[in-house]
Each structure stands twice: as C-alpha cells, then as structure tokens.
C-alpha cells in the first residue's frame, strides 16, 4: 500500500494554526481509539455467531425429526451463511485495518511539526516501521479457521452426503 504524504495538507504560518492542529491530533488519537474498541467489541459477536452456525450442523446433523433433504437443505443453507460472515468478517477486518492504518500516518505527519514525537517512538518501537501493520495476523486467523471449517463441512458433505445427513 502506497504512503500517503500528508504533509503536503498540512501548513502552519501561525501560532493559531499549531493549536489547530494538536486539536486534530486529538481527534484523530481519539478516532483510532473508538475504531479499535469497536473491533474488540465485535470480535465477541462475530466469534459467538460463527460458533453458533457450526453448533447448528452438528446439531442438523444428529437432528431425528428432519428428513433428509431437509438436512442437506438446512446444513448447506448454514454452511453457505457461515462462509459468506467468514468472508464479511475478514473484509471488515480489511477495512479496520486500512482506517487504522491511514490514521496512523496522519498523527506521524502531524508529529513532525511537534518538538516530542511519542506516537512516532512507539510505532517504531513497536515494529510497525519493519512492515507490520496496526491489525495482526492473529485476528484475521480467526475468520479464516472459521472459512476453512465451513470448506471442510462443504467438502464432507459433498462428498459423503448420507454421513453426514446421518442416513443409512
């Protein structure tokens, strides 16, 4: 992803714009923190959704009083649901992380006008400078061991339709 220079948008020729500016800084330390306790808060939701589909199979699966194509119907309808939220989640991770990622570089701009650069020492320190970006790896794992279970259930139950249907 190409770096914005956002210095080009920034131009100071008074005091008065200097307090302008360390406002903006606020606003935008803010904003990345609001982004970030939105993802936190919806890891929970879209991690016990998942679960909850994957119950669901395993209950269709076993579930006496449907008829056999009422399970392939139900469990191919969860399966197809289950990998499009995987894909959803992973897209609005992307996207978090596109956000986080310009706002970053907006407050390492706006540090280049201030005499202590904080923001810019602990993105440094933490790594960021070497490549590694405001979201981790780890959380976008989540949503594709869920996409890969849903692959799984689709391969199993294309292949091995009455094992996984429980019928005879």
């Known amino acids: 992803m190409k770096k914005e220079n956002f210095g080009q948008y920034i131009q100071l020729k008074q005091d008065e714009d200097k307090k302008f500016l360390i406002e903006q800084y606020k606003l935008t330390v803010d904003s990345i923190n609001k982004i970030n306790d939105i993802r936190e808060a919806s890891n929970n939701y879209w991690t016990s959704l998942n679960g909850a589909i994957i119950a669901g199979i395993a209950y269709l699966r076993d579930a006496g009083g449907v008829s056999g194509i009422q399970k392939s119907y139900f469990i191919w309808t969860a399966i197809a649901f289950g990998a499009i939220l995987s894909l959803t989640r992973l897209s609005y991770l992307s996207t ?69 249907i429980n019928t005879p």
């Open 96 to 164: 978090i992380k596109k956000s986080v990622d310009v706002r970053n570089d907006m407050l390492l701009e706006f540090e280049k006008y201030f005499p202590a650069k904080i923001f810019t020492i602990s993105i440094a320190k933490m790594g960021r400078k070497q490549g590694s970006g405001s979201l981790s790896l780890k959380e976008m794992f989540v949503p594709g061991l869920f996409l890969l279970g849903y692959v799984f259930f689709a391969i199993a139950f294309y292949f091995y339709p009455r094992i996984i």
